[in-house]
């Protein structure tokens, strides 16, 4: 593991902690009730429905290889624009000590009516039981943090078992047969190397080529132009995760409307 994710391992204990002593007390929070916005939105479906390259928006306020990117949008803020401009989810760091991220950044969301990715380093299940009593759709599994496929098929039953879908995120080959050994669905591609934190669509072309039948590819990190989502639809991937590049500018709605036109273009072919 590099040491990235150690540290963003280390960061969990205390939030690990904490959910472990509720459910001892049997005070774990109960399911988000869907009464006002009718049901948990599909995550896998809308990124379908809307076709290649779908766009994943991300909120993401701050990051280990940015810094502080921006704190002066709020999350509805942002959800507005994102929802008016073409995405066909949306992506919300929770991760408050790397990220400056919050859980109740999704419930702040949850208006916009997009499936929502809790990008998050989740390690227990109780996490998931956690996410379930927010209106996100997904949540994200980092295979190389759960430490076999063992542990990632202990976390996808708990998403089932709460409605939950799971975006099982690689790195590298060995990643990839870690998710699929233990059954995942929607697989996501991170091109960012995070012991130098740089990024290298290279990985996304690489992996492209493993790419199995039903699967639901997403490609993340380091694109920020038109002609690199076209690729990526060329290439085999039904999403594309985009965050800094949104969020560094004034208006990340605009930003996103750019890019989304490919998207929609494509979609209609």
């Not at 988000?32 to 009718?38: D, G």
């Not at 639809?233 to 039904?238: E, M, N, P, R, S």
Request: with cysteine.
């Amino acid at each position: 593991m590099s040491n990235m994710l150690d540290r963003f391992r280390a960061a969990q204990a205390g939030s690990i902690a904490h959910l472990r002593r509720l459910a001892e007390e049997g005070q774990l929070p109960a399911p988000w009730n869907f009464s006002e916005i009718n049901a948990r939105p599909g995550f896998a479906a809308a990124l379908r429905a809307a076709g290649a390259p779908a766009v994943i928006a991300e909120y993401k306020r701050a990051s280990p290889s940015r810094g502080v990117i921006n704190l002066d949008l709020t999350p509805a803020d942002v959800a507005r624009m994102y929802a008016e401009n073409g995405a066909a989810c949306f992506s919300v760091l929770t991760e408050a000590a790397h990220f400056q991220g919050d859980l109740r950044f999704l419930t702040q969301m949850a208006f916009a009516g997009r499936p929502m990715l809790r990008k998050d380093f989740l390690l227990d299940p109780l996490q998931v039981v956690e996410t379930a009593a927010t209106p996100a759709s997904a949540l994200l599994l980092i295979m190389r943090m759960l430490g076999g496929a063992g542990a990632v098929r202990e976390m996808l039953d708990a998403c089932r078992l709460y409605g939950l879908e799971a975006v099982c995120e690689v790195f590298d080959e060995a990643d990839l047969e870690v998710a699929r050994a233990a059954g995942a669905e929607i697989i996501q591609v991170n091109n960012r190397d995070l012991d130098t934190l740089a990024t290298d669509l290279g990985v996304s072309r690489r992996l492209a080529t493993r790419k199995g039948e039903g699967e639901l590819w997403i490609s993340a990190s380091g694109l920020d132009a038109p002609e690199q989502l076209a690729e990526m639809a060329d290439l085999g991937f039904d999403a594309v995760l985009i965050g800094t590049s949104l969020m560094c500018q004034a208006d990340p709605g605009a930003a996103l409307k750019k890019l989304a036109s490919v998207a929609k273009t494509r979609s209609t072919r």
